[in-house]
């Protein structure tokens, strides 16, 4: 079952929509934290590998996103966050080197911390071989580390296996679920305009955490959305309830 996109979003379910669409439709400073996972395909056009159509379908089917695009839903996210929320932004190797994070300013999005997540499998590549991605940590001003930070035996290298199967975007579940739990408190609201498989989705509310998501592609939907509907069956009655979550 798919859940077509709408306004206001629907709280902890899986449904279709428009990332844009969707940040813009929250109140200011309504989010403790934000995932953003970006479509972006510069570094295949860059490269031109050639065997994207044999090795890489599914993630070549997908929609891209343009970089004013993407800049665009970051400042939405710097908006929406509550003073000194995180924003957990993925990219690659490619976006870091070329600096595309820079086009946000600190004053919108703080730079505060970089991780390397290892997938465990050998990816493309001229030179180096890719073999996961990075995750930019940004926090909105004011930035403040001890009182927004309970977890400090996160490493800034992390290990976690997944499976494609799932998406072709699929991020470590268990990461991004310590990282929720380090950054927010129970009843605190989570977004991902880009949900994909929806496993921040899955991590927020197996935390007791609010969330608010979509994704632009029905398939992903259709295949996590049963969850939710299940779990959740009045939630795509409900709007959404602006909340600054608890105070720490």
């Known amino acids: 079952m798919t859940l077509n996109a709408r306004e206001p979003f629907a709280r902890n379910i899986a449904q279709q929509g428009d990332a844009l669409t969707l940040l813009q439709s929250l109140p200011d400073g309504c989010a403790a934290v934000a995932f953003w996972d970006p479509q972006f395909r510069e570094v295949l056009d860059k490269l031109a590998y050639g065997n994207e159509?044999?090795?890489?379908?599914a993630r070549c089917n997908l929609p891209q996103m343009s970089a004013d695009y993407i800049d665009a839903c970051l400042r939405e996210i710097g908006r929406v966050l509550r003073p000194s929320g995180y924003c957990f932004r993925w990219i690659d190797d490619f976006g870091l080197c070329e600096g595309h994070h820079l086009?946000?300013?600190?004053?919108?999005?703080?730079?505060?911390?970089?991780?390397?997540?290892?997938?465990?499998?050998?990816?493309?590549?001229?030179?180096?071989?890719?073999?996961g991605d990075h995750l930019l940590v940004l926090?909105?001003?004011?930035?403040?580390?001890?009182?927004?930070?309970?977890?400090?035996?996160?490493?800034?290298?992390?290990?976690?296996?997944v499976d494609r199967?799932?998406?072709?975007?699929?991020?470590p579940a268990g990461l991004i679920e310590r990282l929720i739990a380090a950054v927010t408190l129970p009843g605190d609201l989570v977004i991902d305009p880009a949900a994909g498989s929806f496993v921040v989705m899955h991590a927020a509310l197996r935390l007791g955490r609010e969330f608010i998501g979509c994704d632009a592609v029905a398939p992903a939907i259709e295949r996590f959305g049963e969850f939710a509907i299940?779990?959740?069956?009045?939630?795509?009655?409900?709007?959404?309830?602006?909340?600054t979550g608890a105070e720490r």
């Not at 926090?139 to 290298?157: L, M």
């Not at 199967?165 to 991020?171: E, L, T």
Request: glycine share 10%; with cysteine; net charge positive.
């Open 103 to 131: 086009r946000i300013g600190s004053d919108c999005l703080g730079r505060v911390g970089l991780m390397a997540w290892d997938n465990q499998r050998m990816g493309m590549g001229y030179r180096l071989r890719q073999h």
């Open 165 to 171: 199967k799932i998406h072709p975007h699929v991020k």
């Open 139 to 161: 926090q909105k001003p004011p930035i403040k580390a001890k009182t927004t930070w309970s977890d400090h035996g996160i490493a800034n290298r992390w290990s976690e296996k």
């Open 53 to 57: 159509g044999a090795r890489h379908g």
């Open 230 to 243: 299940t779990n959740f069956p009045n939630s795509a009655a409900v709007p959404p309830v602006p909340t």
